[in-house]
């Protein structure tokens, strides 16, 4: 079934750990974000690309990267994680220029001890 | 870069009565606003969106009304039901080619049976 996949769901791991994030779509898309989603609800873009080899920086200050190598998959990486980066993250997709519509995936809640 | 405000924050209606969801942005090159729908623990759904060319638009018991010269759209449902309760996101696109969606802080709708 076409969808946007990420994994895993849930993560604990320690102050200081290096960690990725899972991100793939089957649909197809160009468009792929990264959001980062407060406990208290609020969405911030910390990540977008607009197709392969293209990574742009989003609204938020965030000490994690990403790659884009295939068009269904796009990784976001701490390479040291503290316990600031406690959140969910959510990442989306959307087909081309004429079709806005994101499409979220079920996101990572990530906690840092 | 773009701003979007959105009021209330929560909001608490009888099974049957409206909401009305409010929402303002900054950039007036903005010209397509959605709305997204994330219940407890799921994904953000994309419910209806409306363009800049457009005044209103509806779709069930859901409406969506912009004012392009105040900079300001509004979600109304109708007959509000138990399942109807949600965060509910407004958001704007950033004008231009870099397609960017900045989002509101969400509202969180309680509708009592």
């Known amino acids: 079934e076409a969808d946007i996949y990420q994994t895993p769901r849930y993560l604990v791991i320690g102050t200081g750990k290096k960690i990725t994030l899972e991100c793939s779509q089957t649909m197809g898309h160009d468009k792929m974000y990264w959001y980062q989603q407060d406990p208290g609800m609020e969405l911030h873009l910390i990540h977008y690309s607009y197709g392969v080899n293209s990574t742009e920086k989003g609204d938020l200050s965030s000490e994690s990267t990403v790659s884009r190598i295939r068009t269904e998959h796009f990784p976001l990486t701490l390479e040291s994680a503290r316990p600031s980066h406690t959140s969910q993250y959510l990442c989306?997709?959307?087909?081309?220029?004429?079709?806005?519509?994101?499409?979220f995936g079920s996101g990572t809640q990530l906690s840092v001890l | 870069g773009e701003n979007v405000e959105q009021h209330p924050s929560t909001l608490s209606v009888q099974e049957g009565d409206s909401a009305v969801i409010k929402c303002t942005y900054s950039?007036?090159?903005?010209?397509?606003f959605p709305w997204y729908k994330q219940e407890l623990g799921k994904r953000p759904q994309l419910i209806i969106d409306i363009r800049s060319n457009v005044g209103e638009k509806k779709d069930q018991r859901i409406a969506v009304t912009l004012n392009k010269t105040a900079k300001h759209f509004s979600l109304h449902i109708t007959e509000t039901q138990p399942e109807d309760s949600a965060v509910y996101f407004c958001a704007a696109n950033s004008g231009g080619s870099n397609y960017k969606l900045t989002f509101g802080k969400g509202t969180l709708l309680t509708v009592n049976p």
């Open positions: 950039d007036s090159a903005s010209n397509y």
């Open positions: 989306a997709s959307r087909s081309g220029p004429n079709n806005e519509k994101l499409f």
